[in-house]
Nanobody, 125 residues
Framework: HVQLVEAGGGLVQVGGSLRLSCAASGRTFIRSAMGWFRQAPGKEREFVAV????????NYADSVKGRFTISRDNLKNTVSLQMNSLKPEDTAVYYCAATGITPRAPNRVAEYDYWGQGTQVTVSS
């Protein structure tokens, strides 16, 4: 069955960096968008970043632009999120997600069919 498994979360100080990774199995996502979302306690899940299936088209939430970078390796069926200059407001559970077949790079939760279990990122001040 299809699985997305995140890794790389943890505790980091303000201004620090973390790199999240997501490994997909059970099917290839070579023709799917892959993205990252996050959910803080008491808040709705929100879009963070997405890469189209080619990796050429990427999109970021305004709150992370210039600090986060998404990348993917279609041969390895993985997607990563490099997070720099972390802030306390970046604290959340981060989820990897993938769409069905599409050339687009959507930013809405409802457009994603596959989800990982999430990994906690905590930024301490």
């Amino acid at each position: 069955h299809v699985q997305l498994v995140e890794a790389g979360g943890g505790l980091v100080q303000v201004g620090g960096s973390l790199r999240l990774s997501c490994a997909a199995s059970g099917r290839t996502f070579i023709r799917s968008a892959m993205g990252w979302f996050r959910q803080a306690p008491g808040k709705e899940r929100e879009f963070v970043a997405v890469s189209s299936w080619t990796g050429i088209s990427t999109n970021y939430a305004d709150s992370v632009k210039g600090r986060f970078t998404i990348s993917r390796d279609n041969l390895k069926n993985t997607v990563s999120l490099q997070m720099n200059s972390l802030k306390p407001e970046d604290t959340a559970v981060y989820y990897c997600a993938a769409t069905g077949i599409t050339p687009r790079a959507p930013n809405r939760v409802a457009e994603y069919d596959y989800w990982g279990q999430g990994t906690q990122v905590t930024v301490s001040s």
